[in-house]
């Protein structure tokens, strides 16, 4: 189960997925990031981490994630949202935006502050909300899953019942 972050005491072991959102108003959408990792059995570390709020904590743990031994980078954020590509100028691992709907702009602001990127520093910007966080989620399971076959067969088998959970014909009564 997906814990609230942070973590009072960081994972002995540095998990491969870091789930870093702006704010603990964050967590109810990346949330679905986290469960879709744990449906997957990926190891994540869930942290706030506020661009403008607590710049420090993003310089630290962006600059030293590759060293700390996480692979995948999935960062959360509403408004004037600057977490993502932040982080993905401190490291050179892959980094996939979620904007986070906000309340004054339904989370267009947070979709064009991580989309636009100007070329050479990438990120990439999945939709607003939770199939984002949840995209965000297997896109980082599908990078891992090209080094681990045994990742590689339970996301198979997670489409295959996605899949197979569609019915052929709508139901009134659903
Ligand atoms: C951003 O500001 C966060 O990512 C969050 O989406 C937004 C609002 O934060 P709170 O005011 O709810 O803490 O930094």
């Avoid at 998990?15 to 959408?29: E, K, L």
């Avoid at 993003?58 to 030293?64: E, H, I, K, P, T």
């Avoid at 954020?77 to 600057?82: F, I, P, T």
């Avoid at 691992?93 to 309340?103: A, H, Q, T």
């Amino acid at each position: 189960m997906a814990e609230t972050p942070p973590a009072e005491m960081p994972p002995a072991e540095t998990p491969p997925v870091a789930i870093i959102m702006g704010s603990q108003s964050d967590w109810a959408t990346m949330r679905a990031a986290a469960e879709t990792l744990d449906a997957l059995g990926v190891a994540y570390d869930a942290r706030i981490v506020s661009a403008h709020r607590t710049p420090k904590r993003l310089y630290d743990f962006a600059s030293g994630a590759r060293e700390a031994g996480f692979k995948v980078i999935i960062a959360g954020a509403g408004g004037a949202a600057h977490l993502p590509g932040m982080a993905a100028a401190m490291t050179p691992l892959p980094v996939f935006g979620v904007p986070v709907e906000s309340k004054a702009l339904s989370g267009q602001d947070s979709l064009l502050s991580i989309v636009q990127m100007p070329a050479g520093v990438p990120v990439g910007t999945l939709a607003i909300g939770k199939a984002g966080a949840t995209n965000a989620a297997l896109l980082a399971a599908a990078v891992l899953a090209l080094a681990d076959p045994a990742l590689a067969e339970r996301l198979d088998a997670w489409r295959a019942a996605q899949t197979g959970s569609v019915a052929d014909r709508p139901r009134d009564d659903a």
